[in-house]
């Protein structure tokens, strides 16, 4: 379970709820983590759309619509199979928003990718924004920081008044 803090994630549902926003994640070394994080928040079906769990690097490309010669090319820790995957979220989903991770949580590096690197997208009607990311300690670490740093990156990006 995620240590984001129970006011701020409630607080970005009832914002995304007050603009008639929908969400949905593609997740990769979190596996999950960041949807079920949202919806620990009573009335979070109204925003929530759902999530594409795409922990193998075919996934990525089979279920969010990343580009399978961009993944041969670049392996899938990427900032550009961060952005595809935050589309393809909102895309599959048919939410307004998408918030995708791809990253090494170790305990080794992948594909000549150090471990702690993690690349978050978030997809909405303004945009699409990319966030590089260091995390370190161990994987559970790395993972956990990588769901607050979703939680964050979605609170800052979606939502907001127009």
Do not use: W
């Amino acid at each position: 379970m995620s240590s984001a803090t129970v006011p701020a994630v409630t607080e970005i549902v009832h914002r995304l709820a007050a603009h008639g926003l929908t969400v949905a994640t593609a997740e990769s070394l979190t596996a999950g983590l960041i949807v079920s994080t949202l919806v620990t928040v009573p009335g979070a079906s109204a925003v929530v759309r759902g999530g594409l769990v795409t922990y193998a690097t075919d996934l990525k490309a089979e279920l969010a619509g990343v580009d399978r010669e961009l993944l041969a090319r670049s392996g899938a820790v990427d900032p550009e199979v961060a952005r595809q995957m935050a589309l393809g979220a909102a895309r599959v989903c048919r939410a307004d928003v998408g918030v995708s991770c791809t990253g090494v949580a170790g305990p080794d590096p992948q594909d000549g990718k150090p471990v702690g690197l993690v690349y978050l997208g978030l997809a909405s009607p303004d945009g699409v924004v990319v966030q590089e990311r260091r995390f370190e300690g161990d994987r559970a670490a790395i993972r956990l920081a990588t769901v607050n740093a979703a939680i964050d990156l979605l609170g800052r990006g979606a939502g907001e008044p127009a």
